[in-house]
Nanobody, 131 residues
Framework: QVQLVESGGGLVQAGGSLRLSCAAS?????????????MGWFRQAPGKEREFVAA????????YYADSVKGRFTISRDNAKNAVYLQMNSLKPEDTAVYYC???????????????????WGRGTQVAVSS
């Protein structure tokens, strides 16, 4: 089973930056490794549903963003290190949430993704942005 562990969350003032990391280890029952999966970041604020933030295909050649973070967040991956990252700039109080890393066997090119599209998840890291 592929395991995902997020890190890099914390408390930051509005306008600040954070870089989240997601470290992957293990293989799925099919034998696939991290580098063959599309990866994504979701977030969930208190009392709200988990929402899509960003996704990246297996090679890193295609990236997708929610409109709310486009131009401020950047997703990237390093398959040699089994890691995916989320650089978050110009943070706003409404970005406050628990951020989750997730993996998917494949993604279409719609750019609109839901939690059900992803098959394995990390436990999340808290991001809090103060005004």
């Amino acid at each position: 089973q592929v395991q995902l562990v997020e890190s890099g969350g914390g408390l930051v003032q509005a306008g600040g930056s954070l870089r989240l990391s997601c470290a992957a280890s293990g293989r799925t029952s099919s034998g696939r490794t991290f580098s063959s999966y599309a990866m994504g970041w979701f977030r969930q604020a208190p009392g709200k549903e988990r929402e899509f933030v960003a996704a990246i295909n297996w090679s890193g050649g295609h990236t997708y963003y929610a409109d709310s973070v486009k131009g401020r967040f950047t997703i990237s991956r390093d398959n040699a290190k089994n890691a995916v990252y989320l650089q978050m700039n110009s943070l706003k109080p409404e970005d406050t949430a628990v951020y989750y890393c997730a993996g998917a066997s494949s993604l279409d090119y719609s750019g609109r993704y839901y939690p059900a599209d992803f098959s394995f998840w990390g436990r999340g890291t808290q991001v809090a942005v103060s005004s």
